[in-house]
């Protein structure tokens, strides 16, 4: 099967999100005490499914998990309850503990709600010692696009071993609890999760091994 989404700039759109307040007048600074909003940006990823044998030193989708907690049409649940679900999910799903999880690639779109809903639905379910990160400072929130994006880029952070930066996020915000990692590090990963939760509380949390050849 080929997944993939794509989301391109257009004025409808920047429109919209300045009017919900949620478009920030600077940079992307995911978990920043100071972040005020997101950065919208435009792109494509596609990727081919399919079955493969074990041991083929491939990039495994291990398992998912998907809820709709419908608490507000634009704000996610202030105690992070549907994303945590999702990220339960995939565990149960994959057959997997928290902490075997060795890296999480958050939504982290750098809206003062949405990252403190995030960190307290991450901290529930991991606690605060998984490395974690949100690329968006690096992509901006490619919106029907980011889903694909990042779990590819979460492909690749497992095939190298590498943990990206969550950049221009300078302060973490000292009421936020998540193990956030601010600056690029080599580690040797075999398991990741990729969160996306979307408006009206649309979640999904994916979760990926590395294949050994």
């Known amino acids: ?58 990039i495994h989708l291990l398992g998912y998990g998907e809820s709709s907690d419908a608490y507000h049409m634009t704000a996610a649940h202030p105690e992070g309850a549907g994303a945590a679900l999702a990220m339960e999910q995939a565990l149960a799903h994959a057959g997997l503990q928290p902490e075997q999880v060795d890296y999480i690639n958050l939504h982290g779109t750098a809206t003062v709600l949405n990252d403190a809903a995030e960190d307290k639905a991450v901290l529930r379910v991991f606690g605060p010692g998984t490395p974690c990160s949100s690329t968006k400072g690096w992509t901006g929130h490619t919106l029907g696009a980011a889903g694909i994006v990042e779990a590819l880029l979460v492909g690749l952070c497992l095939e190298q071993g590498f943990i990206p930066g969550t950049l221009n996020t300078r302060q973490r915000d000292p009421n936020l609890g998540a193990g956030v990692v601010l600056h690029n590090q080599e580690k040797t990963l075999r398991i990741a999760m990729s969160n996306s939760f979307g408006f009206g509380g649309t979640n999904c949390s994916l979760l990926f091994g590395r294949g050994e050849g």
């Open 1 to 58: 099967a080929v997944v993939g989404g794509v989301d391109s700039l257009c004025l409808t759109t920047l429109y919209g999100f300045n009017a919900l307040g949620l478009a920030s007048t600077q940079v992307c600074r995911p978990w920043d005490r100071e972040r005020d909003g997101l950065s919208i940006g435009e792109a494509a990823g596609f990727a081919l499914l399919e079955w493969v044998e074990p041991g083929d030193g491939c």
